[in-house]
Nanobody, 126 residues
């Protein structure tokens, strides 16, 4: 069973940074990708970034390109994916979720497998 636990959210002023973490378990990590999504109040959930566990392929939505960086840590059997968020803007305010994906392409996120974690709230004040 796919299990995902997000953490690292918080309240930050515009221009600040946060590092979000996604601890993944319950599946063969190297065979899949991990994606980060976000959902702002009253808006649909959108894909923000993803990373392929096998070859490191990454994708960023235009809205975060140049400000967010995704990475993974597979050392010591830890399967954790990070999303470093810099130069945060009020419009980045949302609940951030991670999900296991079949693929990550440079052009976008592949289909999701399994469920969602509980999410982590990011609030950026102006």
């Amino acid at each position: 069973e796919v299990q995902l636990v997000e953490s690292g959210g918080g309240l930050v002023q515009a221009g600040g940074s946060l590092r979000l973490s996604c601890a993944a378990s319950g599946f063969t990590f190297d065979d899949y990708a991990i994606g980060w999504f976000r959902q702002a109040p009253g808006k649909e959930r959108e894909g923000v970034s993803c990373i392929s566990s096998s070859d490191g392929t990454t994708y960023y939505a235009d809205s975060v390109k140049g400000r967010f960086t995704i990475s993974n840590d597979n050392a010591n059997a830890k399967h954790t994916v990070y999303l470093q968020t810099n130069s945060l803007k009020p419009e980045d305010t949302a609940v951030y979720y991670c999900a296991a994906l079949l693929r990550c392409w440079t052009s976008g996120l592949g289909p999701r497998i399994g469920g969602w974690g509980q999410g982590t709230q990011v609030t950026v004040s102006s």
